[in-house]
């Protein structure tokens, strides 16, 4: 299946590295809002100015060496000083194998805790992403070690799992995104089909809108935002417990008019050299998007 080989694109180690030297391409630049924090800043104020905030994700993830993850963790400390300095509404995302979950649990949770220090100085808040299922759990003892010193962190449940519904349960006092998922997970403990992770997905929602801190419900599903939007109307859910979240560059004309009815609403906005697993997870999820490739590559 396609999916299958833009998965595995991916996790390609060469490419990965090529695609860094060679700048966006392929398109990518529809869906990263740049390769350095500046410009990113004027994709975030844009954003700002139509009501919509946004998480920044300085893109990377399996980083295998200690010297890259270190210069990671510098980049989303300058990223953390830039947000501040420039008074824009934006948060950070990041992925614990940007930081070294890969090397040693102990230097990343150094790492992060370095980050979520910084961050709570402005008391700004950091999400955790969730990456594939080998990386869920020590995630998690990572966020439960910083939730004794640190409240502004939050971290992300993926609809897929079988796991996702103990996870939320014990995190509903967290702020918490909640996703279909976006890696490929065998049958053991995923679920496979769209129509199971869709009803998951919607129970997840359901539950942390009753019961938890605050949702993110990040989806381009219209049929789940819309279901969504007649949930809260009908549990009379105040719109200040939850917010919609869409990634840069996707369904625009949806992300505006979400706001515009008065929805908070938070872009997640990528950016960096570090650009090509996200792009290609992007393509498996929807093979649609490769006509952005094909325009690209027509259109030079
Ligand atoms: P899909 O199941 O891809 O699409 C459902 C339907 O919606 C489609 O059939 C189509 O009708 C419509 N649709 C979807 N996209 C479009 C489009 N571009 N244009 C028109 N119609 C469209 N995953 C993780 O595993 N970990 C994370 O930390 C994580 N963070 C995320 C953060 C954000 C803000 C978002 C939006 C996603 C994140 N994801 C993450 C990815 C997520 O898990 C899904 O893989 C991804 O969002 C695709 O699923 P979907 O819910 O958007 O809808």
């Given at each position: 299946?396609?999916k299958?080989?833009?998965?595995g694109?991916?996790?390609?180690?060469?490419?990965?590295?090529?695609?860094k030297?060679?700048?966006?391409?392929?398109?990518?630049?529809?869906?990263?809002?740049?390769?350095?924090?500046?410009q990113?800043?004027?994709s975030?104020?844009?954003?700002?100015?139509?009501?919509?905030?946004?998480?920044?994700d300085?893109?990377?993830?399996?980083v295998?060496?200690?010297?890259?993850?270190?210069?990671a963790?510098?980049?989303?400390?300058?990223?953390?000083?830039?947000?501040?300095a420039?008074?824009?509404?934006?948060?950070?995302s990041?992925?614990?194998?940007?930081?070294?979950l890969?090397?040693?649990?102990?230097?990343?949770y150094?790492?992060?805790?370095?980050?979520?220090?910084?961050?709570?100085?402005y008391?700004?808040?950091?999400?955790?992403?969730?990456?594939?299922?080998?990386?869920?759990?020590p995630?998690?003892?990572l966020?439960?070690?910083?939730?004794?010193?640190?409240?502004?962190?939050?971290?992300?449940?993926?609809?897929?799992?079988?796991r996702?519904?103990?996870?939320?349960?014990?995190?509903?006092?967290?702020?918490?995104?909640?996703?279909?998922?976006?890696y490929?997970e065998p049958?053991?403990?995923?679920?496979?089909?769209?129509?199971?992770?869709?009803?998951?997905?919607?129970?997840?929602?359901?539950?942390?809108?009753?019961?938890?801190?605050?949702?993110?419900?990040?989806?381009?599903?219209h049929?789940?935002?819309?279901?969504?939007?007649?949930f809260?109307?009908?549990?009379?859910?105040?719109?200040?417990?939850?917010?919609?979240q869409?990634?840069?560059g996707?369904?625009?004309?949806?992300?505006?008019n979400?706001?515009?009815?008065?929805?908070?609403?938070?872009?997640y906005v990528?950016f960096?050299?570090?650009?090509?697993?996200?792009?290609?997870?992007?393509l498996?999820?929807?093979?649609?998007?490769?006509?952005?490739?094909?325009?690209?590559?027509?259109?030079?």
């Amino acid at each position: 299946m396609l999916k299958d080989v833009f998965i595995g694109l991916s996790q390609n180690q060469f490419l990965t590295s090529a695609a860094k030297k060679y700048g966006l391409k392929l398109g990518a630049q529809t869906v990263v809002a740049g390769t350095n924090i500046e410009q990113t800043i004027d994709s975030i104020r844009e954003l700002n100015a139509q009501g919509i905030s946004c998480t920044v994700d300085n893109l990377g993830e399996f980083v295998f060496e200690k010297e890259e993850a270190l210069k990671a963790k510098d980049s989303i400390l300058e990223v953390i000083e830039s947000i501040h300095a420039n008074g824009v509404d934006a948060h950070i995302s990041l992925k614990p194998t940007q930081i070294g979950l890969d090397i040693d649990y102990d230097f990343c949770y150094e790492n992060l805790r370095e980050i979520v220090a910084a961050a709570s100085k402005y008391d700004m808040h950091i999400n955790i992403d969730m990456e594939d299922y080998g990386h869920v759990q020590p995630s998690y003892d990572l966020i439960e070690t910083l939730l004794k010193e640190y409240g502004n962190i939050g971290t992300v449940i993926q609809a897929y799992f079988f796991r996702a519904e103990d996870d939320i349960q014990k995190h509903k006092d967290l702020r918490l995104r909640i996703v279909k998922g976006a890696y490929k997970e065998p049958a053991e403990y995923a679920y496979q089909t769209r129509e199971e992770i869709d009803a998951n997905f919607i129970q997840l929602i359901e539950y942390h809108l009753l019961h938890g801190k605050f949702t993110s419900i990040a989806t381009h599903d219209h049929n789940i935002i819309n279901h969504v939007i007649e949930f809260v109307k009908e549990n009379n859910i105040p719109r200040e417990k939850f917010e919609f979240q869409m990634l840069y560059g996707f369904r625009k004309d949806m992300q505006l008019n979400l706001a515009r009815q008065g929805y908070n609403f938070c872009t997640y906005v990528p950016f960096g050299d570090d650009w090509y697993g996200y792009f290609m997870r992007r393509l498996a999820e929807r093979p649609q998007n490769l006509n952005l490739v094909v325009k690209q590559v027509f259109n030079k």
